[in-house]
Structures are given as C-alpha cells and as structure tokens.
C-alpha cells in the first residue's frame, strides 16, 4: 500500500529568482520605516531574498558558532549582495545585518531540526546532507553539535524556550508592517483625546504583567527596534547611525551642488581667459608688425600695415574725385590698391584707436587744404575704434578721431 502511495509535490525552498535575475542596474525599491524595518507590499519579499543570500556557504559559512563571530568582511559582502539588487540607503544597513544574521541562524536551525536531530548515528547524520550546504561546512556543523559544548548549548536553549510567555501570533507578516497597515489609527486618537493619551511607556500595566524588556528588543514591535529607541530620550547607537548616515546624505547633496557650481564657474573662467588670449594676440599682431607707423614726429609709430601692397601702387591710386579739401567731406572710395592700416594712440602706442587705407605718402597732397610735407601721410578712416582721441593735426572741423570717420586725414 505504501508502494502505491504517490509522493507529495513539495514546495522547495525559497529561491526567489525573479529578484536574482534582475539587471543589476535596475534596483528595486524598498521602503523602510522610522526604525529602518522594511514596510510595504515588498517587505515580504525583501526579508525573504535576505534569506537566500545567506544560504550561500561561500558568502555566508556556516563554520562559525555564533553570527558575532562571523568576520566583518563577509558582512561586507553580504550588504553589498544586497544593495546589487535593492536601492536603500547606507543608514538601513544596521538592520539588514541583523535580519542576515537571524537568517543564518534560522537556516543552522532548520539543518540541525531535519537532517541531524532526525538521525541517532554519526555516520547517519553526515550522510544526510542538504545539497545546499557545503561538504566540510556540514561536517563542521555535525561535529560541532556531536560536541560536549554543542550539547550543553542545546540544553540551555531548551531550558530558556520554556520560559517564553508570549508567542508570535500575527503570522508571517512582520510587526513593522502591521504597525504601517495600522497607521489609521492615529487619526482615530485624534478625534478622541481620551484614546490618544494612552501611549505605550515603561511602567504600564504591560510591563507590569511581563517584566521589563531585555536588552535589544521591544516586544510587539519586531527585529531591529530596543528599549532605548522607544523609550530613552538619549538615541540608541542605531539612531544615532541612522542620523549621522541621514547627515552625510544631505552634507553630499550640498557637497555635490557645491562642486556643479564650482565647476560652472571654473569653465566660464576659462571661457574669458580665451577671449582675453584671444585680444592680447590680436594686440601682439598689431604690435609685431614693422612697417608703417607714424606719430606726430615719426611715420613709422602712428600708422600699422594689415596688408602688404607695393609703394607704387599706394601711390598710383586714382583719388582725383576725393582729393582732400580744406573743408570737403569725401564718398566712401575704392579700395583698389590701398593699403589697410591701424592707427595706434599717440599717449598709448599699444592702443588701436582707427582702421583706414593709406592713400598717399606724396608730401604735395593736398589734406584739408594743407600738403602733407614730409612727416605726414594721407589716411582714409574706415572704422572708429577710440572716437575721442584726439588728430595729430587738426583740419578745421576735425579734431578727433570720431570727427574723422569716412574723411581723410594727415
């Protein structure tokens, strides 16, 4: 009869693979409470993919005797499993520590409750291996509970088992969660003043019944929550962690916005001091070149070539329509066989202050009702760079370089 019994199809263990096969640049969101407990339709989940991540002998052995005794590198390695997968904050990782080391502890239990404690013999009970557990881990495991120090362990957990008054009741959803899901009734208490002033402190009727709480745990409120959190005006070291980490968060934002407006600046700085090249080289080239400057006694100084055309041809130009007289204003001319020039200050030798073509340098012209004599040539202004400097020799009306603009000068 048993022979025709058909096996049960059993469940298996978690393995959660929808979670492990996301793309590492996808996280997953969570939402965490004011005690970092996961809260949300996700939590369950959340807590449930904890448990696999340390049922991996490589990243979480089971050699140790206590999850305390666990070095912190694989701790280390545990978060940053997680944190592939989940975005959350670094102030959360206190309390996903304690959940991986209450995992790792529930997997060691559920090993000992279903392939040791089912066993009488050595031999039997490393024979029954789970395939999820490493060969030398299990030995470890077995030899260890087979041990003097194991046995008394095991006694003494029994003995405080038995004390336990009060069992977990609400199934497998978490207190964080049904204190999120409950979060109605604060809206209640408001409307009622006489419901709203009957807060849980120490001392109640509560506590009263079944003692004060131990040391790292409040009861009804779930794994990560102690005594200090609750009631202690003076934050626990997971507050005070959970603060610092909320700080160095907001410090890094300022940080970061600091050093975008840094950076704008920097580039806008380095925006000016090419414009800034830019000008002085111009002024270099303007500086550099050898010819054809004059100042009041001296030709050469004043007025700067752009452009090599031949002294003849500066002189072959036909200019009979807009020869100077001592009061005519000329058209625009041609510039067929001028040559360009740039008029530099008289006080600023470094300073450009017109643009012209030089049209004559035959001391016979006639400027302005004057020839030129030896110490001037005749000048063309196009563009007016320094309108108020002043000519070198007045004609009339003219007496600036403004004045000057579209005429010709000496």
Request: charged share 30%.
């Amino acid at each position: 009869m048993n022979q025709m019994q058909k096996s049960k199809n059993k469940r298996g263990p978690t393995r959660m693979l929808k979670i492990w096969a996301t793309r590492d640049d996808k996280l997953l969101p969570q939402k965490f409470n004011e005690f970092d407990q996961p809260i949300g339709d996700d939590a369950t989940k959340f807590t449930n993919f904890l448990g696999t991540v340390v049922r991996n002998g490589n990243d979480a052995p089971l050699i140790y005797k206590d999850w305390r005794q666990v070095p912190s590198e694989y701790k280390e390695k545990l978060w940053n499993l997680v944190k592939l997968k989940y975005d959350i904050e670094d102030g959360s990782m206190s309390w996903v520590t304690k959940a991986l080391g209450k995992k790792w502890k529930d997997f060691k239990c559920e090993l000992k409750k279903k392939h040791y404690d089912a066993h009488k013999t050595y031999e039997e009970r490393v024979a029954d291996r789970d395939p999820r557990v490493i060969p030398d881990q299990w030995k470890h495991l077995v030899d260890f509970w087979n041990s003097e120090e194991g046995q008394a362990r095991c006694l003494r957990n029994k003995v405080n088992r038995s004390k336990q008054v009060t069992f977990h009741t609400a199934g497998s959803k978490s207190f964080a969660r049904i204190r999120e899901e409950e979060s109605d009734i604060d809206k209640i208490t408001m409307d009622n003043p006489k419901k709203a002033k009957k807060v849980l402190k120490e001392g109640d009727l509560f506590l009263e019944v079944f003692g004060k709480e131990k040391h790292g745990h409040v009861r009804g409120l779930g794994l990560g929550p102690c005594p200090t959190d609750i009631w202690s005006s003076i934050p626990s070291r997971a507050t005070s962690v959970r603060m610092a980490y909320e700080a160095k968060r907001k410090a890094e934002e300022e940080t970061r916005g600091m050093q975008e407006k840094m950076a704008a600046m920097e580039q806008e700085q380095i925006e000016l001091k090419a414009k800034l090249a830019k000008m002085e080289a111009k002024m270099d080239a303007w500086q550099r070149s050898p010819n054809d400057f004059h100042q009041s006694n001296s030709i050469e100084t004043r007025v700067q070539n752009v452009a090599n055309v031949s002294e003849d041809a500066a002189n072959g130009l036909e200019r009979d329509a807009w020869s100077s007289s001592s009061s005519s204003t000329h058209a625009i001319p041609t510039h067929r066989g001028g040559k360009e020039v740039t008029l530099m200050s008289l006080g600023k030798p470094h300073r450009p202050v017109a643009r012209g073509i030089l049209f004559s340098r035959d001391p016979s012209t006639i400027v302005g009702g004057e020839k030129l004599g030896q110490q001037y040539w005749e000048v063309y202004i196009e563009v007016v760079i320094m309108p108020n400097e002043s000519l070198i020799r007045s004609l009339q009306n003219l007496k600036t370089i403004g004045d000057a603009a579209r005429k010709s000068i000496a």
